[in-house]
């Protein structure tokens, strides 16, 4: 393998790995159709010298471009097939950190708590929230049922 290829992999595994699911699989996609219409573009190109035996012998000479085409192609697919089956055994990815979701459950208790009255819980609650994420803390603080419980801010 030349350097320059080397080069044209690294680049082209880079490039792969910054798309997201929706890219990958217009990526395989159209690696697939590139082999499929190379390989038919080979084929045809074999056929029609064939069919014209000595007086076209350039025609193969020049269909020796599809075998890299095709080459390419298929390269693209297999790659993309790959990343979107380690996508799919690794799972949902975590949307928030658990500080995120240790905030939301006392926000929801605080809410809970504020609905019944629970106004000494509320603001027990709230220091917490605000330490654990600033922006569960800004709904909290903003949500029309909790602040009946914490006065004006």
Not at 87 to 100: C, L, N, Q, R, V
């Amino acid at each position: 393998m030349t350097a320059s290829c080397r080069a044209a992999c690294l680049v082209f595994a880079a490039s792969l790995a910054s798309c997201n699911a929706h890219q990958v699989r217009v990526a395989k996609r159209a690696g697939e159709v590139t082999a499929a219409v190379a390989l038919a573009g080979l084929l045809g190109t074999v056929l029609a010298a064939e069919a014209w035996r000595d007086e076209h012998k350039e025609l193969l000479e020049g269909g020796i471009a599809f075998v890299p085409i095709s080459l390419v192609g298929a390269g693209v697919y297999i790659a993309c097939d790959a990343m979107l089956d380690s996508a799919e055994h690794a799972g949902p990815p975590s949307e928030h950190t658990s500080s995120w979701n240790a905030a939301m459950d006392l926000a929801k208790e605080a809410k809970h708590a504020a609905r019944g009255g629970d106004c000494a819980e509320v603001q027990a609650i709230e220091p917490r929230v605000r330490e654990l994420d600033t922006d569960v803390y800004l709904r909290f603080a903003n949500d029309a049922v909790i602040r009946t419980c914490l006065g004006p801010h």
